[in-house]
Each structure stands twice: as structure tokens, then as C-alpha cells.
């Protein structure tokens, strides 16, 4: 065949992926919610959205876990993404589930709310009653997540059982479930962080000026940079300076690290990726508690 | 690396427990650098509180709690890694005798098949079995590593010995590209670099293997096929009368102007329009995801079909399929289950095992009806509406299917159209 060259390059193919598995959501499931944290994953994932029901809008709320403890940026970026796409958000607020006694807060240096945050995700999932929640998590994070299907069973519990998933075979996902029941769907599980920033330079994505480097005042805790903040407990030693830093990943500010880095741009952002030797959870302190500490959290129900 | 000229290619490895499946993935990620400090600083604490020697690679991929306390690999990993040519995604499948599941679902979306012989072992049972799971999933190309060449002292008689005996066989298999190549993924002969120890091998080496493998037609081109996914309809003043057919084309390649035909209705159309969020494309082929507009205003919904009249799927109720069986409670005869293909789901009846088939000696027993956890059958089955399907061998999109339980939810088999 003379001229024969119909292919996608790798991010287009990713991207058609992504874009189908969110259409069979809206198609297979009664009440879809997307989680969103303001991380560069759930900007993505939004704009996948956008793009896998344009014209019309997304057909689903954007559901935010606000811990209380968020980098005050990542609050603003919400709330302008909100506006801009007419989309309606629901906040689920762990400070107010510390004070009607949902959950009881962490004490100590390393307390953090990250895992208070899978209480009041799985109270509100309830309460709103949404029967798929769309994440943004990706295999290539974490070895937990590296055995994680597309559509995700979770029990009338929201408990994921690692040991007894459903094969995924083709383009063929099964969104069957029980009264009570829901899946988590991960539309992003085959991208890589190198193919998340390629693509949204490619797209010219908008984000958080977190991302890019920028002075703060930080701290050195177990050899990872913290942002200094109210707070933080610190120890009398945790004294903090300013440095040129940014984010890889964007969580609650207790529990997420922040790099040395003068990436000012998306480029410069991408060159620093493909070159880094460390990955971007190796600042998340939320993963250092034990060898198994994501899919513990997971089963759980932890996204 | 270029992002927009690099393609991404899914492969599936497949390995007996000890023939260096995992120190080949290993070298692999290493080698391109997708290994971080972090991950391997990790592993080796692991490795050395266990008392294990040297570093273990395969607790990179086993990634839980009660695979890294067995040591063994229960549920299908995917690794990533990517060169300046492509992007690489790694089905990583255990290769242990109750876990042909995991092998079926590794291959179902994979370019190529990965198979690791052990060279001092040579053509084994499960070498075999791999072989064959690779021919029914049809993945396009199969590569062959005979590895462990150092232990042979990289003998060219022993590897075209075993090269022979891995033809006698696969001859009788329905693949199309069989490639060759002696390996040794613990030192690292023709796996990134060319080997000084295999003068005699005139092949290339097993990453610029895959580098370079042509993928481009593994897609079928030819027969224009869009299952209708989901129906956009905005309702707002600017898009009042929009109805576009969101969907992923399953086959062929589509153009505005393209006279259609609806399934099932038998309808015709024209194409309006080929639109996407950065605006309308002048064509979409496999694995595009776009949404077509009609030039008539006729009633389509999830299910049906886009085709061409001149180049029709299969329409029927009865179908012929090769069925893997997923699940610890056997498949019935005259069971009931719900059937998912494309993006339809109907409900069906088994019909008739016809027989059950021995994966290692490819013999069909068509008196064994009892179809259990990880048997392959071939199965009459009849559902209650018309499905749109070609033969598997010819579209693996439009030819593949799921059988859920009604009673659980669960996927408990596979099936590939005849």
C-alpha cells in the first residue's frame, strides 16, 4: 500500500486510550465523580475530560479531598479550572470530619491527614452516592499501582482486593457491580510522568505555578525538602531557609517533598525528568511509612 | 526524546520460574535508564533483609504484599520504559501453570510476545504453552530469546538446535512473524549491546528488535468498523442540534463524505463530519477516539455499529468461539451469562462444548466437558440480540468478548470469534 502511514504517535495513542475509558464511564455508570487533588494528574485528567465530550461538558462533578493542610496555590488553580468549565465541585473537608468526629487527627513531628483523607472520601462517595470515581493514579508510580486495572472493583466497604481482580482483556471493561458497590477508574494508568509533562507541553496545558521553581522557605525532614508552613511541627534542629525549589507531585503540604530545581519552564521541567535518577513519590513521606505502605492504604480505599 | 514521532509498542513477557524473565526485564529498564535510585535502593534493603544475594529484580515488579512474601508473581505487572524510538509498556505475566489467565490477559493487547528459553533446557512444556497462547491471542510477532547462552559457552549448535526444535512445533501454530535471538540477560549479550561472544548471530539485538519491529499494520486498516460508544449531545444554544457519535474506531479508516451503513437498522448515511476537541479531522482509523457526525438525523445509540455497505461484519446470534475460562467455579453447560462485545452487552447461552483442548499437546477432547480455572475450549453459544463481530484472525477488536456472571459480576471468560 503506496503512502501507507496511518499512525499515532505514542502520546496521541495514550491520549485515545485515556478518552475511551472515560466515555465508557459516562456510558456504563449511573452517578461518575472525578477526584480531583490540583496535582498535575488531575489537570490532566480534566483536560482529557474536556476532551472526550466536547462540545458538551463533562458529564460528571470534580470531587476535591481538601485536607486543610493544601498549598494555598493549589486552592486558587481549583477554583479558576471550576469557573472556566462551568463544572460543579464537591469539597470534601477533613477538618470538618476532625470536628463531628468522623476521623481523629494524627499527633506528632510526621503527623500527617493523609490518611484521614480515605474516611471522608469514602463518606462523601457514599453520600453523594456515586457509583464510579474517576483518579488520576498511574502505574508506573508505584508498585501497588502497578497491578491496578482500569475499572477497579471496590467491596460495599470501598476495599480494593488486590488478590482477586478482574482480568481486563482488550478494550472490554466490565462496570458490573452490586447495589452499594462502586469502581475507581483510572483512564491514566499506562502514562508515565515523562508522557504526562510531554503531553501537556505538547497541549499547552495551564498549571499551578507550584510545578515550576520558585523561592520558599523549606526544611530538611528525613532527607526530604519540606515546605515550611503553620502546619508543620517542627523540631528545634528543622530550621528553615530559603531555596530555589518546585513540586513534582502536589499533595497536602505536610506530607509532600519539594525539589532543588531551577525549571522555570515546562521544557526545562521535561529535561529534568528525563535526566532525574529519583522517582517523583520518592518526596512523598505518605509512602515511606512501610514497604507496603500504598497498598495498604489502598485496600483500604485510598485512591 | 521526540515525542511526536515516537510510537508506543505492548509486549508480554512469558518465562518459566527460573529462565531470567525478571533479570531480562531488569537489564531492560536498566539499561534505559527507567530504573530510578530510589526503587533499586529500595530493593536491595529488601534483598538484604531477607538475606537474599545480590539484588533481587524481580521485587520491581512484584509489586504486592503477598507476592514479594512468596517470591512469586500472582497478577500481571506492566512496566514502562522508553528509548529515543519508542515507548515501551510491559505486560509482565508469571509464567507458573495455574496462571494462563494472566497470560491471556497479558497478550490480549500486546504487538509482541516476548519468550525466554532457557538454553541448557531447551523447548519445554510451558515454552510450548506460551507459544500457543501467543498464536490464539494473535499477537502479530513473536521473538524467541534463547537465553543463558554464557552456561553454553554460547554454542551456535545448541541454539540452532533449539531454534529447530521450536519450529517442529510452531509450524502447526497460527503466527506470522517468528524471530530468533541468543541472549544472555545476565551478562547482557545482544540485549542492548551487540555480543563479541556470538560472532556467529548475524541478527540484531533484542532491543533494537524492538525498536524496530513493524507495528504499523498491526491494526486492520481495511474494513471500516465503529462501534458506537456513547452519544454526545450538548443542549446548549451553540450546539442545539449537535448529536455526534462519540466512539474508538475498531477498524478501517473513516473520511467525511464516506457513505455508511447503520447496524442494526440497515440505514444509510453519509459522514458530515469527523470532529474532535482541536476540530474536525479529515480521517480516523484504529485506535483513534473521535466523534462522527451523520448527515441524517437517525436514531443511533451505544451498540450499533458504523460500517460500509460493500464491506459488511458478520450479523448473527450464533457464534463459534474459543473460550478461556477464568474462574474457579466451571463453566455450565447451558449456563446462562452476560456477554460484552464492543460496546454491547447482550446475554447468551452455552450451548454446546465442543471440546476442550490440551495446551500442550494441542490434542482436542471433545468427551471432557468439564471446563474449569485456566482450560481453553472451543463452544456453540447463541445470544439473545445479533452481534456485529468478524473473525478474531481478522480484527481483534470486533472479534473478541468477555463472559461476565450474572450471579457474581465477575469476568470468567475470554473468547476469541471463529
Known amino acids: 500500500m503506496e503512502g501507507f502511514n496511518y499512525n499515532l504517535n505514542h502520546l496521541k495513542e495514550l491520549e485515545a486510550e485515556s478518552i475511551f475509558v472515560m466515555r465508557e464511564v459516562a456510558a456504563q455508570f449511573e452517578k461518575p465523580v472525578l477526584m480531583f487533588s490540583g496535582g498535575k494528574d488531575s489537570i490532566l485528567m480534566v483536560h482529557l475530560a474536556v476532551k472526550a465530550f466536547h462540545p458538551a461538558r463533562i458529564p460528571f462533578p470534580l470531587l476535591h479531598i481538601d485536607t486543610g493542610h493544601n498549598f494555598p496555590e493549589t486552592i486558587e488553580f481549583r477554583d479558576n479550572l471550576v469557573d472556566k468549565l462551568g463544572v460543579r465541585l464537591i469539597v470534601g473537608s477533613v477538618d470538618e470530619a476532625i470536628s463531628s468526629g468522623l476521623v481523629v487527627e494524627e499527633k506528632g513531628f510526621d503527623a500527617s491527614r493523609n490518611g484521614l483523607q480515605t474516611a471522608v472520601l469514602l463518606d462523601e462517595l457514599e453520600k453523594g452516592q456515586f457509583d464510579a470515581a474517576l483518579g488520576g493514579a498511574r502505574r508506573d508510580e508505584e508498585k501497588a499501582r502497578a497491578k491496578e486495572r482500569f475499572f477497579s472493583h471496590r467491596d460495599d466497604f470501598g476495599q480494593w482486593d488486590p488478590k482477586n481482580q478482574r482480568p481486563e482483556l482488550w478494550n472490554l471493561f466490565n462496570g458490573k457491580k452490586n447495589m452499594g458497590e462502586h469502581f475507581r477508574v483510572f483512564p491514566i494508568s499506562n502514562w508515565t510522568e515523562l508522557d504526562v509533562w510531554q503531553y501537556l507541553a505538547m497541549e499547552k496545558v495551564e498549571l499551578p505555578s507550584l510545578y515550576f521553581a520558585h523561592e520558599r522557605p523549606v526544611f530538611e525532614r528525613h532527607g526530604t525538602l519540606l515546605a515550611d508552613s503553620d502546619f508543620m511541627n517542627k523540631r528545634d534542629t528543622e530550621v528553615p531557609k530559603m531555596m530555589q525549589v518546585r513540586c513534582r507531585t502536589i499533595g497536602d503540604m505536610t506530607c509532600t517533598g519539594v525539589w532543588e530545581s531551577s525549571a522555570t519552564s515546562i521544557e526545562e521541567i521535561i529535561e529534568e525528568v528525563a535526566t532525574t535518577r529519583m522517582t517523583e513519590r520518592g518526596g512523598r513521606t505518605d509512602d515511606k511509612r512501610s514497604e507496603t505502605a500504598m497498598e495498604d492504604r489502598k485496600k483500604h480505599g485510598y485512591f | ?418
Open chain 2, 1 to 418: 526524546m521526540d515525542a511526536k514521532h515516537s510510537e508506543l509498542l505492548r509486549f508480554t513477557t512469558a518465562g518459566s520460574v527460573d529462565d531470567g524473565k525478571s533479570t531480562l526485564i531488569g537489564r531492560l529498564l536498566f539499561d534505559s535508564k527507567s530504573i530510578f535510585e530510589d526503587q533499586l535502593e529500595a530493593v536491595r534493603e529488601t534483598s538484604e533483609r531477607r538475606g537474599e544475594e545480590g539484588v533481587n529484580l524481580a521485587l520491581l515488579t512484584d509489586g504486592l504484599k503477598s507476592e514479594r512474601e512468596q517470591g512469586i508473581t500472582i497478577d500481571v505487572a506492566y512496566r514502562y520504559f522508553a528509548t529515543p524510538k519508542r515507548k515501551f509498556i510491559i505486560a509482565d505475566t508469571p509464567g507458573h501453570i495455574q496462571y494462563t489467565r494472566n497470560m491471556v490477559t497479558g497478550a490480549s493487547t500486546a504487538n509482541v510476545a516476548l519468550i525466554l528459553i532457557d538454553a541448557r533446557k531447551g523447548v519445554l512444556e510451558q515454552t510450548r504453552r506460551h507459544a500457543f497462547i501467543a498464536s490464539l491471542l494473535q499477537i502479530p510477532h513473536l521473538v524467541v530469546c534463547v537465553n543463558k547462552m554464557d552456561l553454553v559457552d554460547y554454542s551456535k549448535e545448541r541454539y540452532e538446535e533449539i531454534k529447530e526444535e521450536f519450529e517442529k512445533f510452531s509450524y502447526k501454530l497460527d503466527v506470522k512473524d517468528v524471530h530468533f535471538i541468543p541472549i544472555s540477560a545476565l551478562k547482557g549479550d545482544n540485549v542492548v549491546e551487540r555480543s563479541k561472544n556470538t560472532t556467529w548471530y548475524d541478527g540484531t539485538t533484542l532491543l533494537y528488535y524492538l525498536e524496530n519491529v513493524h507495528i504499523g499494520s498491526d491494526h486492520n486498516f481495511i474494513d471500516a468498523r465503529f462501534p458506537v460508544q456513547y452519544v454526545v449531545r450538548p443542549n446548549t444554544d451553540d450546539f442545539h442540534d449537535y448529536r455526534g457519535y462519540a466512539g474508538r474506531v475498531a477498524g478501517g479508516v473513516f473520511k467525511p463524505g464516506d457513505k455508511v451503513m447503520l447496524l442494526p437498522s440497515g440505514f444509510f448515511s453519509k459522514i458530515k463530519q469527523i470532529d474532535t476537541f482541536d476540530g474536525p479531522i479529515q480521517e480516523a482509523y484504529p485506535p483513534m477516539s473521535v466523534t462522527l457526525l451523520l448527515e441524517d438525523d437517525l436514531d443511533l445509540s451505544r451498540g450499533d455499529m458504523i460500517v460500509r455497505e460493500n464491506n459488511q461484519p458478520e450479523v448473527g446470534q450464533d457464534l463459534e468461539v474459543m473460550i478461556c475460562w477464568f474462574n474457579d467455579r466451571p463453566m455450565q453447560q447451558r449456563g446462562k451469562y452476560t456477554l460484552m462485545h464492543t460496546t454491547q452487552d447482550v446475554r447468551c447461552v452455552i450451548k454446546d462444548i465442543r471440546y476442550k483442548l490440551d495446551i500442550n499437546t494441542l490434542h482436542r477432547d471433545q468427551e471432557d466437558k468439564n471446563i474449569e480455572m485456566n482450560d481453553i475450549c472451543r463452544v456453540a453459544l447463541r445470544t439473545t440480540k445479533p452481534l456485529f463481530y468478524d473473525a478474531y484472525r481478522k480484527n481483534r477488536i470486533t472479534g473478541s468478548i468477555i463472559l461476565i456472571d450474572e450471579a457474581t459480576n465477575e469476568t470468567v471468560g475470554a473468547g476469541m470469534i471463529i
